[in-house]
C-alpha cells in the first residue's frame, strides 16, 4: 500500500510540473501574441476618411476616390477652400461663377465659405462631366493616347480643367489637338497625373444639382 501511494504521488508531481511547461506569462502567451480584446476587433479598412490612411505604408490605398479629390484639390488650390485665383476661379476645387450655376450655385461668396458645399459641388460636376463623357469613358478606357493610358478618373480630372468639349477634342484626335486651360496647363497633363484612381462610384447625371 505505501509504495502504491508513493508511486501515485510521484505521478502526480511529475504531471504537474510537465504542465507548468505550457501555461502562458501574464504577458505573452506560447507564440508570444498578446491576447485578444474583444472591443478592439472592429474591421476599420476600407475607409472613405483620409486620416485613416496617413501612416499605412500600403501602396494602393492612394488611389481610392478620396485621393482623387485631394490630389486634384492639391493641384487647384493647395486644398484651400477660400482661396479665388487671378481669373476668378473658387475655392478648393477653383470653379467658375458659370460652372457653379450649372449645377445650382448661385452665390459665391456662399459657395466660398461652405466647405461641405464645395465638396458636394466637385461630385455634382463630376456626375456631369462623367454623364457627358460617358461615350468616351466606354470607348478610350485602357487605349493609349499620345503616351497616356486613358482612365475614367483622368478623363473626368482632364474634364474638371478644360471641359468635357476640351476632352472630346483631345480623344477624338488622337491627341493631337493639344488643349489647354488659360494658364497653359494642358487636358493631357490631367489625364496623365490623375489616371487610376477609383471613380467607379461616381454616378453619371445630366443635370446634377447640389441643394
Given at each position: 500500500m505505501l509504495k502504491k501511494w508513493a508511486f501515485y504521488s510521484s505521478l502526480t508531481l511529475?504531471?504537474?510540473?510537465?504542465?507548468?511547461?505550457f501555461k502562458p506569462t501574464d504577458s505573452q502567451n506560447q507564440d508570444g501574441l498578446q491576447?485578444?480584446?474583444?472591443?478592439?476587433?472592429s474591421y476599420l479598412f476600407p475607409s472613405q476618411d483620409e486620416k485613416d490612411y496617413a501612416n499605412l505604408n500600403v501602396?494602393?490605398?492612394?488611389?481610392?476616390?478620396?485621393?482623387?479629390?485631394?490630389?486634384?484639390?492639391?493641384?487647384?488650390?493647395?486644398?484651400?477652400?477660400?482661396k479665388v485665383n487671378s481669373l476668378g476661379y473658387m475655392g478648393k476645387y477653383q470653379f467658375?461663377?458659370?460652372?457653379?450655376?450649372s449645377?445650382?450655385?448661385?452665390?459665391s461668396v456662399a459657395f466660398l465659405n461652405n466647405p461641405k458645399l464645395q465638396e458636394k459641388a466637385f461630385v455634382a460636376l463630376?456626375?456631369?462631366?462623367?454623364?457627358?463623357?460617358?461615350?468616351?469613358?466606354?470607348?478610350?478606357?485602357?487605349?493609349?493616347?499620345?503616351?497616356?493610358?486613358?482612365?475614367?478618373?483622368?478623363?473626368?480630372?482632364?474634364?474638371?480643367?478644360?471641359?468635357a468639349g476640351s476632352v472630346k477634342r483631345f480623344l477624338n484626335s488622337n491627341g493631337a489637338k493639344k488643349c489647354k486651360?488659360?494658364?497653359?496647363?494642358?487636358?493631357k497633363s490631367y489625364?496623365?497625373?490623375?489616371?487610376?484612381?477609383?471613380?467607379?462610384?461616381?454616378i453619371a447625371d445630366n443635370d446634377p444639382k447640389v441643394k
Open positions: 511529475i504531471i504537474a510540473y510537465l504542465s507548468s511547461g491576447p485578444i480584446n474583444q472591443k478592439e476587433m501602396p494602393f490605398t492612394g488611389k481610392f476616390f478620396i485621393g482623387f479629390k485631394e490630389a486634384v484639390a492639391f493641384k487647384e488650390s493647395q486644398g484651400k477652400y477660400h467658375g461663377a458659370e460652372t457653379l450655376a449645377i445650382g450655385i448661385h452665390d463630376l456626375s456631369k462631366n462623367k454623364w457627358q463623357l460617358r461615350d468616351e469613358i466606354e470607348k478610350f478606357s485602357g487605349a493609349i493616347i499620345s503616351g497616356v493610358k486613358i482612365t475614367e478618373s483622368g478623363i473626368l480630372a482632364a474634364a474638371h480643367l478644360g471641359g486651360d488659360d494658364y497653359g496647363t494642358s487636358v489625364m496623365r497625373d490623375f489616371g487610376g484612381y477609383e471613380t467607379s462610384g461616381i
